[in-house]
């Protein structure tokens, strides 16, 4: 079975700071990873992917996240944060043998103050 | 090319009748998946379908919950005698192969 784990349920920053949001799977295969956003009232929006390849994706709005395989984790980054990035963030997982079925973290609601 | 399409987007229910939602994915994708969103919790998933088979509801509840999608039409995620717990944002993914999954707008139901 997958899992994955957010570890953190609520971040505040302010303006400008940097970003960094942890998320750790657990699958025993081949996997892919998502990070999703959902603004207040809308749908989920897709951030990023990552299939194969480069281990360091890059996504849109500035944002990217690093894939390690060895810590079966895919954290999510942005070097300045704005205003508008305040929304819910969601990574999720696809394993190989799941047939597209995808396990969600509980999600991470970031605020950034003005 | 219109993105996947739930309706209704609000769904108010009285405790004991049915809620039917639907989901019509994009255009070109086969494959349709349903998830739930309890506030506060992520998304879990619930079914996958593609046209005219159920794939995967290891998520669906086993009573009173049923999905299809016909050869013709949208996805249909039906849930007979709702109770209270059944209130929550309901969405709907569909992509083109084992792919990228996109998702709609959800039909958030609310079960008085």
């Known amino acids: 079975a997958q899992s994955v784990s957010q570890h953190n349920h609520h971040v505040i920053l302010s303006e400008a700071a940097s970003l960094e949001l942890g998320c750790n799977y657990s699958?025993?295969?081949?996997?892919?990873l998502f990070w999703y956003v959902q603004y207040p009232g809308q749908h989920l929006q897709l951030l990023l992917k990552?299939?194969?390849?480069?281990?360091l994706v890059k996504g849109i709005k500035g944002f990217e996240a690093e894939f390690i395989k060895s810590k079966f984790s895919f954290n999510l980054r942005k070097p300045s944060v704005q205003w508008s990035d305040t929304a819910e963030y969601f990574c999720?997982?696809?394993?190989?043998?799941?047939?597209?079925?995808?396990?969600f973290g509980d999600g991470t609601t970031l605020t950034v103050k003005p | 090319n219109a993105g996947v399409m739930q309706n209704p987007r609000h769904l108010v229910r009285r405790r004991g009748q049915e809620a039917r939602l639907r989901c019509s994915p994009m255009?070109?994708?086969?494959?349709v998946y349903w998830y739930r969103q309890l506030p506060e919790e992520g998304l879990k998933f619930m079914v996958y379908?593609?046209?005219?088979?159920?794939?995967?509801e290891s998520g669906m509840p086993k009573e009173r919950f049923s999905a299809e999608f016909p050869k013709e039409g949208p996805s249909i995620l039906r849930i007979q005698q709702v109770v209270r717990g059944d209130s929550a944002a309901y969405f709907c993914?569909?992509?083109?192969?084992?792919?990228?999954?996109?998702f709609g707008p959800g039909t958030r139901l609310l079960v008085l």
């Open positions: 993914a569909s992509s083109p192969l084992l792919e990228t999954q996109y």
């Open positions: 699958y025993g295969g081949t996997v892919n």
């Open positions: 990552y299939f194969s390849g480069d281990p």
């Open positions: 999720a997982v696809n394993g190989d043998t799941n047939a597209g079925k995808s396990t």
């Open positions: 255009k070109g994708h086969s494959h």
């Open positions: 379908l593609q046209k005219e088979n159920i794939i995967d």
